[in-house]
């Protein structure tokens, strides 16, 4: 019967602390809180498997867009992890993945404004670079364009030069051919 009672106490408590782990319902001093109450169970596979929680809600937060929320939850849980490096050593426990996830958060742009920021110029010079592609793109056409017409010219000018001097051919051989028919006429 006191096993049973026992058992059922670790158990509320150990609800408490899973609680205690869901970012949703916990503020990042209630979760450093459970951490700390994790740890001094002394078990580490139940530190361990706290540690994994805290690392997937992170993760989770992450993906999201508050920055502050999820930098505020790093910046506890690192202080924790850091405070109590030591302890859990001593347990054996990798916290890389842990400190992996704070390296994410630490990359993060730190002001929304600043990133929004960045985003509108970066899109601005993508217009830009657009735009002048564009540009670039029509003055090529025209060019193009141009010289097809000026090619075009050139070959009509040439084209009625020809015709010109085939005329200028023919009428020299009529008027040549006229000149004969009336000396012709002549010399009867």
Known sequence: MVALAAAMVFGACTN??????????ASADEVVSALAEKLQTGDATVISKALETVQTQLSKLLKGTDVAKVTEYATKIKAFVEEN????KSFNIDVAPLTKVFDEVAALPVDAAAAAEDAA???VEGAVDAAEDAVEGAVDAVEGAVNDAVDAAKGAV??????GKAAVEEGKAKTNEAIQNAADKIKL
């Open 16 to 25: 408490k602390i899973e609680e205690g782990l869901d970012f949703s319902k």
């Open 158 to 163: 040439d084209d009625a030069v020809d015709a």
């Open 121 to 123: 110029e970066d899109a």
């Open 85 to 88: 490096a030591e302890a859990l």
